[in-house]
């Protein structure tokens, strides 16, 4: 009779009894278990103690509490298991257990061939405990059970790495079963190593910049040509209305254009640089249309064509611009010895009061006194004769004046000598002419 004690579960010991190829088996039930189980009487089995539930506070911080069996295991919060299954049923002792195999002389995990023992494949014969998620590996005499990667074994289960714990990603991490990815914030992409994060160009990638754009580290900036301003949307560009800034950018007219603006002047005048306004000078350009027997005379924005002999009877020209009334001719004792005419041109809306042209004696006699005066043509009072001295008088414009339009003044100096009981007087028939435009 040969005695052969086994081992079945975890709870009891039998003692193998072979007889006359008999074979009998004899099991004695014993009701002490091992580390972390505990007697169940309804199942006379040892049943798994869930130190998770019965243990309080088992696992501390950020690490939750996973029952192992025998055990538990306190892991981080972001981890996942692979459960092993529960165990069969044919691990439950028998009383009686019928063994017809035949008697093995080798070592666990071996089988005889011949006289020889060799090593069995459990992974091939399917006699592993392994996982449906494990990875049987033969070795000699055994086998174990390896985890995916991205998975640490710990017991009989698979639990998940959390790789994001050792800052793989340069931005961010995000762990999944068995495995990371990495993620870049906005503005950058993940590196050929899959890990870093390197800086997008979005105004290669056409960014929505209407006119300039600028790339910046994880992002972009957009920016407008000069005379534009940059939209709300910080994409757009919007056109910069130059001439309601100020009245004064232009002499005349200022034109908005894309970007920008223009000066422009009225006709009969060109413009100066960018801004100005200067009068054509059309008498010295040879552009008027002034024919035989008259002059030009260039006035503000154009010219005009008058008389080159002016003189009206009893008058007679001695010059060009003079005229006078012999003393021989009766009818001009009541007159003025001379007239000289004379031309100006005067902006319009001219600031006032203005010195806009003096007057000056061309000749004087010892004991002589001049007084000066307007003789005709003011009869709104827009002017006035201020007097110097004796020998000199400065025409005013009083009140503002709006062209075009032309005045005819007589300035009239008047020259009495008590001494010689002598009075004269000469006339400056003097032409103002307005211009249209305030400039």
């Given amino acids: 009779m040969v005695f052969l004690q086994i081992k079945v579960g975890v709870t009891s010991r039998c003692v193998l009894m ?30 798994d103690i869930n130190e998770c539930e019965t243990i309080q506070g088992a696992c501390q911080g950020e690490m939750k509490c996973f029952n192992h069996y025998g055990g538990y295991l306190c892991l981080p919060r972001s981890a996942s298991i692979i459960t092993a299954p529960e165990p069969s049923s044919h691990s439950e002792t028998s009383l009686t257990v019928e063994i017809n195999e035949a008697f093995n002389p080798c070592p666990v995990g071996y089988t005889a061939q011949g006289d020889s023992c060799v090593d069995i494949n459990e992974c091939e014969l399917n006699l592993h405990d392994c996982q449906p998620s494990q990875q049987c590996i033969n070795t000699v005499g055994t086998y174990t059970c390896q985890c995916p990667d991205g998975y640490n074994k710990i017991g009989i289960e698979c639990v998940d790495i959390d790789e994001c714990r050792y800052r793989y990603c340069q931005h961010r991490c995000v762990n999944v079963p068995g495995s990371f990815s990495c993620e870049c914030e906005p503005g950058f992409q993940l590196a050929g190593n899959n890990r870093s994060c390197i800086d997008v160009n979005e105004c290669e990638m056409g960014a929505p910049c209407q006119q300039r754009c600028y ?26 209305d130059e001439c309601s800034y100020s009245s004064f950018l232009c002499q005349f007219q200022c034109v908005n254009e894309p970007g920008t603006f223009s000066c422009v002047c009225p006709n009969g005048y060109d413009l100066l640089g960018t801004r100005l306004c200067q009068d054509v000078n059309e008498c ?30 009893p008058y007679i020209q001695v010059s060009e611009n003079r005229c006078v009334c012999p003393v021989v001719k009766p009818e001009c004792h009541d007159q003025p010895f001379s007239i000289v005419y004379r031309y100006m041109s005067i902006t319009s809306e001219r600031s006032v009061p203005s010195d806009i042209f003096q007057i000056q004696a061309t000749s004087v006699h010892p004991g002589a006194y001049n007084t000066f005066r307007i003789r005709s043509g003011d009869d709104n009072g827009e002017f006035y004769i201020r007097q110097i001295n004796n020998i000199s008088a400065m025409l005013v414009l009083a009140r503002a004046v709006t062209g075009p339009k032309e005045y005819v003044l007589d300035l009239e100096m008047v020259s009495v000598n008590p001494v010689m009981n002598y009075q004269t007087s000469s006339v400056l028939r003097l032409s103002v002419y307005v211009g249209a435009y305030a400039f």
């Avoid at 002490?32 to 006379?44: K, L, M, R, S």
């Fill in 18 to 47: 072979i007889k006359d190829d008999t074979r009998i088996v004899n099991c004695f039930l014993c009701q002490d278990c091992t580390d972390g189980y505990e007697w169940d009487a309804q199942t006379q089995l040892c049943r």
């Fill in 215 to 240: 790339n910046t580290y994880g992002t972009f900036l957009c920016r407008c040509e000069q005379g534009y301003d940059l939209g709300s949307d910080g994409f757009s560009c919007n056109d910069n």
């Fill in 284 to 313: 010295e350009a040879g552009t008027h249309q002034c024919g035989e027997g008259q002059i030009c005379v260039n006035i503000h924005g154009g010219h005009q064509c008058v008389d080159s002999n002016r003189c009206q009877d």
